[in-house]
């Protein structure tokens, strides 16, 4: 393992870079075929972990709290006290050193990516996956799950030396938190999370298709506050299907990738900003550059498209599933928009994502193995803080709870005053967490 420190107004923050394997030899789906990702090489055994351990003043005698990242495919938040980043920062150090590990695939840790060649000329992927296959590609990918998550924080926990820490998981982060329940309860002191609990025994059609309905009732709240942006919506997605809906790289917006602009209504602030967007005239760069940054898939974070699905996927396939589940009346309104829903062919569309099309259809067809075994949370007997965010448009309000009602200690609090980012729009979610996992709070 390599250290090295540095010093933020208020913070002693040191680095942590460490091995792993691409393999952690973890239950592996079966293959798909005579050239599936489980009967071919991986391109690499080994990959980087990168982490940071934030420490606030007289804070080094402090336990450990370990913060997973929404996703799949973000890197932890860069942290500082002068731009309160994240905004939970400083009540975290109140009571612990927090651990921000950059998940493998995302940020200093080893990266997975595509980049533009020279004179913008057609993207390739990079790194480790430079000049793979297809299958060769899956196979790695496979192994970038929750699971393996899991597996890479026992590294890290072990390096700092730590019997056990405490887990802060946000969305996609509270899904792993609660694989790392079912697989190694005994190395967590209590877990907090946000937003994240997830659909347990639930086939995926359900889950998307529980997904889709929200987002209808997000749209329609949305119309209610501004009724003009039904007929712009309408307007833009005519465009859109005649190609005039171009982002700054040139990429062409279809009809299909237009209405994931809708993502941001699951956030507090996310009516607001597409409203603004919609006032815009489409063929100014400020609309191109501000709808770039709206639509949720993209080349920024790949393993955001290409793995979401697999995230829902509880020892199943996904074979596309959002596509599968749009109801009629979505596909017939423009007005009615997504939210997490990847299309299938944004891979063809979003330049950046082209190179792993032929991947993600392989791993569209992968039979996961199972993260969230039933059995095994009924016996994770660690004290769990849990924020269920009453009109979650990502997680669903029912689907968290069945999830909680698995576990012998879950402490739930349940509001409506927040939207699905509840932790990062301030501290008090988190404050409320750690008085429930305390025993401060009684609810």
């Known amino acids: 393992m390599q250290q090295t420190t540095e010093y933020q107004p208020g ?45 606030g003043t007289d804070g080094a005698d402090k336990p450990y709290l370990v913060f997973l990242q929404g996703g799949p495919g973000g890197e932890a938040p860069r942290p500082s006290l002068t731009t309160s980043s994240p905004s939970w920062l400083r009540r975290a150090l109140q009571d612990y050193q927090v651990v921000m590990l950059d998940q493998r695939g995302t940020g200093l840790s080893t990266p997975v990516g595509s980049t533009l060649g020279p004179r913008r000329t057609a993207p390739g992927l990079t790194g480790v996956l430079a000049g793979t296959t297809p299958a060769q590609q899956a196979a790695y990918l496979q192994h970038f799950r929750a699971d393996s998550i899991v597996a890479d924080c026992e590294l890290v926990r072990q390096a700092l030396g730590a019997e056990q820490w405490t887990v802060l998981g946000q969305s996609f982060g509270g899904f792993t938190s609660l694989h790392y329940l079912a697989t190694h309860p005994e190395s967590l002191a209590g877990a907090l999370i946000t937003g994240g609990l997830p659909p347990v025994d639930h086939t995926i059609e359900e889950v998307y298709g529980t997904t889709w309905e929200l987002m209808i009732g997000k749209s329609e709240e949305h119309h209610r506050r501004f009724p003009g942006d039904r007929a712009r919506l309408a307007e833009l997605t005519e465009r859109a299907a005649d190609g005039e809906i171009v982002l700054p790289n040139g990429d062409v917006v279809s009809p299909e990738r237009f209405r994931t602009v809708g993502h941001g209504l699951g956030m507090s602030w996310g009516s607001e900003r597409l ?39 509880d020892g199943v396939a996904t074979r596309w599933a959002a596509d599968r589940t749009i109801p009629g009346a979505v596909a017939a309104d423009p007005a009615l928009l997504g939210g997490e829903h990847l299309h299938r062919s944004l891979f063809t569309e979003d330049s950046l994502l082209a190179p792993f099309a032929e991947a993600a259809d392989l791993l569209a067809e992968v039979e996961w193995a199972e993260l969230y075994p039933a059995e095994a949370l009924r016996r994770a007997d660690v004290p769990v803080a849990a924020a269920v965010y009453s009109n979650d448009a990502y997680v669903p309000r029912d689907f968290s709870l069945e999830a909680a009602s698995l576990l012998p200690d879950a402490r739930l609090y349940e509001t409506s005053a927040h939207e699905h980012n509840g932790l990062g729009a301030g501290d008090d979610v988190l404050d409320h967490l750690i008085g429930l996992l305390q025993g401060t709070r009684w609810r």
């Open 275 to 313: 409203h603004h967007l919609l006032e815009r005239d489409h063929t100014s760069s400020a609309f191109a550059a501000d709808l770039e940054g709206m639509l949720p898939f993209g080349g920024r974070n790949p393993l955001y498209s290409v793995l979401h699905e697999s995230s829902m996927a």
């Open 11 to 55: 913070l002693t923050i040191r680095t942590l870079r460490l091995e792993a394997p691409v393999d952690h030899g973890l239950a592996r789906p079966p293959a798909i075929g005579p050239d599936a990702p489980a009967d071919v090489a991986l391109p690499a055994d080994t990959l980087e972990l990168f982490a940071r351990v934030v420490t």
